[in-house]
């Protein structure tokens, strides 16, 4: 088995940190287009209190169940197994500064918990934001932008210290392969997202959501639109095309919080 632990310092006592974690799992895990598994239909996500309950992305006309309660202590302990056997193990202790959250994922040999690990990578920095915060996020408007870079970390500090855009997770402090990095940075209801993405610095990408995809790609055909990859999906629903000058736009469906 693969064990993975970090540990969150906040500073409110452990009742309200675990009331927090699961009441408001909502407005505290991102709240971005790649961070559901469909992002672009998503409602809301739950997670139901009590041992049996479920970890859940609510998308209306039907549930993921994406986790299983298997150990529910308000205040101390909250765990939870996942469709692939992946276990999170949530703990609250008292320190002098208010509570340590330790959060552990176990990984059984021969699967892969990548996706189901990702609550032990984010949590560290989505939590206590959203605990320094205590306000609900607004959702993302309609128009956004995707910026290329070879160098995305170090384009990103650049933009939230110089230009004091707000960063929605802690920055890498080194420059990855930028085909693999993803930085979302936030501005009122847009978010600017650093990527390699295939492109050279310059060739940014505005991103549009619309009502109906499959009829705007079909319209957008029809008028001599250049379509450079048809609709795909990771998160949220998209194509991208080129306008009449070679210059690439990425069209995305609207959903329930995002895109409206």
Known sequence: MTHMTEHIDVDVDPQTAFKVFTEEFDQWWGRGPIDAFESWRLVKRRIEPGVGGRLLEDYGDEVLVTGTITIWEPGARLAWTTRNDVTIDVEFAAVAAGTRVTVTGTVPEGVDGTAQLAMVRMAPQWFPRHLARRAPTPDYGRLHLAIRSATPSRTARFLVDAFQLEPTGDLPAEDGDPEYTWIELRVGTSFVVIWGGGGAPGSDTPIV???DLDAHLAHAESHGAEIVS?????????????DCEGRSWQFAQAGPRIGR
């Open 209 to 211: 959501f619309v009502d």
């Open 230 to 242: 048809p609709i795909t999906e990771h998160g949220y629903r998209a194509y991208t095309a080129r």
